[in-house]
């Protein structure tokens, strides 16, 4: 069963420019949640979709979004980039949502913010 | 309110030593507990996770951790530390509020594993 596809790997973009991330869940999952980690802040949560609808957000400011599609897959844009944004975004799927089961990650986006 | 603290951002052991790992948390509810590592430029990996059955857990790769309600502590353990072990492990605390999941993670802690 293939696991979790992120895509780009990396990314290179400037101040001010806007940045779309994918993300393929695991097959049969419905559950996709967006993760920045930096050195700085460690890992901190986005926001999870379940079946296409936002269930959960954390504390990012509204330049930082994101959808899902009825197949699951799940796109994340941040728009107006800035220094700070430079990160590694994670995606994880899990088959439900409601409480934290077991989450299983993509090897990430290194987005690099110039 | 809800919170993770690895107590140490690094940990040095040798080859073949014990491994001690540790995380307290703060949790108004019962919280279910995980442990995640991440291998260099790896997604993270699920390692074990309690969820209010036996407080003693084991996980993959000979890793357990115990759950001490009074202590307010879920630490993680290894025997014999092996050279693949060298990671960063992560905390997590999650907990069900208002229909919500509050997943919070730990800062980190990176294993350095000694010849």
């Known amino acids: 069963k293939a696991g979790v596809t992120q895509t780009p790997r990396y990314l290179i973009k400037t101040r001010g420019q806007q940045v779309t991330l994918s993300c393929s869940p695991i097959?049969?999952?419905?559950?996709v949640s967006w993760y920045q980690q930096t050195p700085g802040q460690g890992l901190q949560f986005l926001f999870e979709?379940?079946?296409?609808?936002?269930?959960n957000k954390g504390n990012f400011p509204g330049r930082f979004s994101g959808r899902q599609f009825s197949n699951s897959r799940s796109e994340m844009n941040v728009s107006t980039l800035e220094l700070g944004d430079s990160a590694l975004y994670l995606c994880a799927s899990s088959l439900i949502t409601g409480r934290h089961t077991e989450a299983f990650f993509g090897q990430g986006t290194r987005l690099t913010v110039v | 309110a809800q919170s993770v603290t690895q107590l140490d951002s690094h940990v040095s052991v040798s080859e073949g030593t014990p491994v001690l790992l540790r995380c307290n948390y703060s949790?108004?509810?019962?919280?279910?507990l995980f442990w995640y590592v991440q291998h260099p430029n790896k997604g993270l990996q699920l390692l074990l996770k309690?969820?209010?059955?036996?407080?003693l857990v084991k996980g993959i790769n000979g890793f357990e951790a115990e759950f001490k309600k009074s202590e307010t502590s879920f630490h993680l353990t290894k025997p014999s530390a092996h050279m693949s072990d060298a990671a960063e492990y992560f905390c997590v605390v999650s907990e069900v509020r208002g229909g919500d999941d509050k997943i919070i993670f730990g800062k980190g802690t990176r294993l350095h594993i000694l010849p």
């Open positions: 949790s108004s509810y019962s919280p279910s």
């Open positions: 309690y969820t209010s059955a036996a407080t």
């Open positions: 097959s049969g999952h419905r559950s």
């Open positions: 979709y379940f079946s296409e609808t936002q269930r």
